[in-house]
């Protein structure tokens, strides 16, 4: 009985670390077992069977208990782990003044939980967003906002996933709380060193998550990093799923500009206007800003590149693993046809009849409709027409751009498909249709290892990397310098992954991980400072740096070396079925894309 009780506790201290609940918590869970063994031989050792059975249930039910009012409460994430950080001097932007704090080594100054525009609740839901409200008092901004209304796992499948995919879970007191969502969370938070200069390069980040889910905490991508080297960095929540791209004809009529379906594409334009009003005050030079996103980030950053209404708002972009450059964008893309037939479906599953309707529908229950919702929509205001058919007339907004890709960018996305010789044949059918063939000569598979190894490619391919390689020669076309890279470094955490260059890129690697190595962080200072000498002047080459020509695929690896797209030949194969040979001019309707959206 002793083995099961000590069995039970430490099963219950791994399900409360795991789940991030108050260390009081554990202490109860073994206090509770102590007493029950205590007990145990006193009133229990020679009771009838149905008595130990109660004690038992009685012990259990105490443990339930216990890990239930344990639980972390919900809170907003600090800006800094320290206890009492050292704060700001005032800063004074059009809303009123505000403080924020300092880094423990006095380096950075951060920012964080600056409102850029009300809340969009009640009636402000699904609405372009609005000015923020100004306020009296000096604002503290030393927490980040809550994380925008997004579909979330449980905590301890997070740390599973932490331990599994990432290797580096940690097990700390400071982590006993919930993080707050919120669909009042619309925030943005700035990075900046500690100078006196004025002028400085700014970064305006946008987060990636399959415009789904996603915060801007997130340690990979954080503006500590840049701010180091001489650049100030922006981030922004932004309407996410249902909240940010439902799309209704109700919506539509009632909006001054006639327009629905992309109002997190409208939060990341409101956020880029108010840079430019107020980034001057914390020493930033609101002509020189780069726009840079990963993922579906990077899609909204496509997105924005020929959007007419932030035109002047950055110079410079940046995509990391996505783009929506392709004739046939492969994800978070779709028609305002498709858009409003999907709308009908959230009114039906609610029960409602109009707005009114859904806009009374309680937040954390309307979330349900975010994997319907949450595509960009060519909606005629925000976006005019694809980029494709905008870049093919000449039509963008940035001057220079940085974009590319990692080796496995599709391997996370295919883990769960079972790939065989049997069913390869039926797979590469369904994905390049009347092209299957010629893909079967460059990709033929004669074992079943094979097959899947050429199934993450062809995956890789079609949903992540063509787009990259339309959007170089769009550039060309246009005469932007254009530089696009190639990230194959491995490592002992999710190396050349998705996702996998943003530690070494914002060049937040810890100093303490043993995940990587020398060379890792030797790589990740060429990353940092190629992307923040492109910030600054629109070239990332430097004195110290490996030379990178425009238009030429620089290979971030073992070795720093330009290189050949190995999918070039896939790709024209790609130009033939979207119709894009040569990246000519095309004035006809995209087409459909695939319904899976892996960003």
């Given at each position: ?272 206007e108010w840079v430019q009003k107020n980034i001057a005050a914390f020493g ?316």
């Amino acid at each position: 009985m002793i083995v099961i009780v000590i069995l039970l506790t430490l099963a219950a201290i791994c399900l409360m670390e795991l789940n991030k609940n108050k260390v009081w918590g554990a202490i109860l869970a073994v206090a509770a077992s102590a007493e029950f063994l205590f007990i145990w031989p006193r009133m229990f050792a020679q009771a009838p069977a149905l008595h130990k059975c109660l004690a038992w249930i009685v012990y259990l039910l105490c443990c339930v208990i216990i890990f239930y009012i344990s639980l972390g409460t919900e809170r907003r994430h600090p800006a800094v782990p320290e206890k009492d950080p050292r704060t700001t001097k005032v800063v004074t932007v059009e809303q009123g003044r505000l403080i924020g704090v300092y880094t423990a080594d006095k380096e950075v100054e951060i920012y964080a939980g600056i409102p850029y525009a009300k809340p969009p609740v009640g009636d402000l839901r699904w609405k372009e967003p609005q000015d923020p409200e100004p306020w009296d008092d000096v604002f503290k901004a030393d927490h980040f906002g809550p994380m925008s209304m997004q579909p979330r796992n449980s905590r301890i499948v997070d740390s599973l996933v932490q331990i599994a995919l990432y290797h580096d879970y940690k097990i700390t007191p400071k982590d006993d709380y919930v993080e707050a969502v919120s669909e009042d969370s619309l925030y943005l938070n700035i990075w900046k060193p500690v100078t006196e200069e004025a002028d400085l390069p700014v970064l305006v980040y946008i987060h990636g998550g399959s415009l789904q889910t996603g915060q801007t905490w997130y340690a990979d991508h954080s503006g500590e990093g840049l701010a180091r080297k001489g650049v100030i960095v922006v981030s922004m929540a932004y309407r996410l799923g249902v909240f940010g791209f439902y799309a209704d004809k109700a919506l539509a009529d009632e909006s001054p500009n006639g327009t629905t379906g992309n109002y997190g594409l409208l939060d990341q334009i409101k956020a880029l206007e108010w840079v430019q009003k107020n980034i001057a005050a914390f020493g930033g030079d609101p002509s020189n800003v780069t726009l840079a996103g990963e993922s579906a980030g990077a899609v909204c950053v496509s997105a924005l590149c020929t959007s007419p209404l932030a035109r002047g708002l950055f110079r410079r972009a940046v995509c990391e693993s996505s783009t929506m450059a392709a004739p046939e964008p492969a994800h978070s893309f779709r028609t305002l046809e498709d858009a409003l037939e999907t709308g009908k479906d959230l009114k039906e599953h609610f029960k409602v009849k109009d707005l009114e309707g859904l806009r009374k529908i309680k937040a954390k229950d309307l979330v349900w409709g975010t994997q319907q919702n949450h595509h960009i929509t060519i909606d005629g205001y925000v976006l005019e027409e694809t980029p494709y058919k905008s870049y093919c007339k000449g039509i963008h907004n940035e001057e220079a751009f940085l974009h590319g890709f990692n080796q496995l960018e599709g391997q996370a996305f295919v883990l769960r498909d079972k790939v065989t010789l049997d069913n390869y044949k039926d797979k590469v059918r369904q994905l390049f249709k009347q092209e299957k063939d010629a893909v079967l000569e460059l990709f033929p598979a004669s074992s079943d290892a094979e097959a899947k190894k050429n199934w993450i490619d062809l995956f890789s391919a079609y949903y992540f990397t063509y787009g990259h390689d339309c959007l170089t020669r769009l550039c060309e076309k246009n005469q932007i310098p254009v530089y696009p890279y190639y990230f194959t470094k491995n490592n002992k955490r999710i190396g050349a992954n998705h996702a996998g260059e943003m530690i070494y890129l914002y060049h937040m690697i810890p100093a303490d991980s043993k995940l990587f190595t020398a060379e890792d962080r030797a790589l990740s200072d060429q990353m940092a400072d190629a992307l923040a000498a492109f910030v600054k002047t629109g070239d990332p080459n430097g004195a110290d740096l490996p030379e990178w020509p425009e238009s030429t695929l620089l290979e971030w690896g073992d070795e720093v070396h330009t290189t050949e797209d190995r999918f070039a030949a896939l790709y024209r194969i790609l130009d033939r079925l979207q119709k894009a040979d040569a990246i000519a001019a095309d004035t006809s309707d995209a087409g459909s894309t695939l319904s899976d959206d892996p960003a």
